[in-house]
Structures are given as structure tokens and as C-alpha cells.
């Protein structure tokens, strides 16, 4: 019984320590190499697929560069610092909508959109969970627009929609 016990705290611990290592990055890929560009053209290019996909969606001006390698605002760090916190550079510029309205019907509207327009751009789709509703599309450059439909523990409909580049470097 003892030796059971031990084994079942060990599995738990390993899962634990590999549940940890995923949640602070070490399980991605590794990060190619970052893409240089301006802050201006990368603002744009996470908010006109959001204006293409959300009508609704209103660009703001440019925001300013975090103050020190913390993620601040839109822009999220590529790499971690000492305290495991994400820090730049480089950067990822992401803008997102946590609360889209619940309604099946303008989800649809906005996965159309993914599918009419975006591929039309020449994005690429690809899977993101099992609701028939959740797109995600990839650019040529790797920026991605993600709509993410899901369901809270309490059974309600939950969507988000989230546009990000990839790792870049800034030519102001």
C-alpha cells in the first residue's frame, strides 16, 4: 500500500511539474527568428483583419512601447525574464475582444467572415477546438486572427477573437 501511495504522489507531482513547464512556455516550439518591421505596420496588420472579420471593431491610434522588457498593453514579450514574466524584446503585438456577444448567429457572421474574406486574403485555416464555430487563420507573415467559441463549466457560450503577430523586432 505504501509503494502505491508513493507512485500515486509521484505521478501526480510529474504531471504537475509538466502542466507547470507548459503554462510558462518551455513546452513551445522554439521562436524562429524575429521579424523586423514598424510599429505602424504591425498595428495595422493585427487591426484590419479584426475590422474585416468584427465590423464593430474600432482601430485606435498607435499605442506607446512598454517602458523596460515588461508586456504592457498590446504588446506581450516574446521571451521571459528572471521572475518567469513574458518580456521583450522582441514583441508580439496582439489586440483582442474578451466579450463577444453569445449570440449562435453573429458567430456565424464573424466565422463567415473568416471563411470569405480572410482566404480570400490568402490566410490559411486552421483548427482550434471542436465548436463548429471556432476559426483560427494563419497570414503568409504568420500574423493570426483567432475567433474561440467555447463553453464555461456553468454550460454558457463563451467567445473571444484575438489577432497577434509573430515575434518582431522594431524598426520604428
Given at each position: 500500500m505504501a509503494v502505491t501511495a508513493v507512485k500515486r504522489y509521484f505521478s501526480i507531482g510529474f504531471a504537475a511539474s509538466l502542466l507547470l513547464l507548459a503554462g510558462?512556455?518551455?513546452?513551445?516550439?522554439p521562436q524562429t527568428e524575429p521579424v523586423l518591421m514598424s510599429r505602424a505596420e504591425a498595428w495595422r496588420?493585427?487591426?484590419e483583419p479584426m475590422?474585416?472579420?468584427?465590423p464593430r471593431w474600432k482601430i485606435l491610434?498607435?499605442?506607446?512601447?512598454p517602458i523596460g522588457s515588461r508586456s504592457s498593453g498590446p504588446y506581450q514579450?516574446?521571451?521571459r525574464d528572471d521572475g518567469m514574466m513574458s518580456a521583450g524584446p522582441p514583441w508580439r503585438v496582439e489586440v483582442k475582444v474578451d466579450d463577444l456577444p453569445s449570440d449562435r448567429y453573429?458567430?456565424?457572421l464573424i466565422a463567415e467572415s473568416f471563411d470569405e474574406k480572410l482566404i480570400k486574403l490568402g490566410y490559411k485555416l486552421e483548427k482550434v477546438n471542436d465548436d463548429p464555430l471556432s476559426r483560427r487563420a494563419r497570414s503568409?507573415?504568420?500574423f493570426t486572427?483567432?475567433?474561440n467559441v467555447r463553453h464555461s463549466v456553468s454550460g454558457a457560450q463563451v467567445a473571444d477573437l484575438t489577432a497577434s503577430s509573430p515575434c518582431l523586432e522594431f524598426s520604428y
Open positions: 510558462c512556455g518551455f513546452a513551445r516550439e496588420s493585427v487591426n475590422e474585416l472579420v468584427y491610434p498607435l499605442p506607446d512601447m514579450g516574446c521571451s453573429e458567430l456565424l503568409r507573415s504568420d486572427i483567432e475567433l
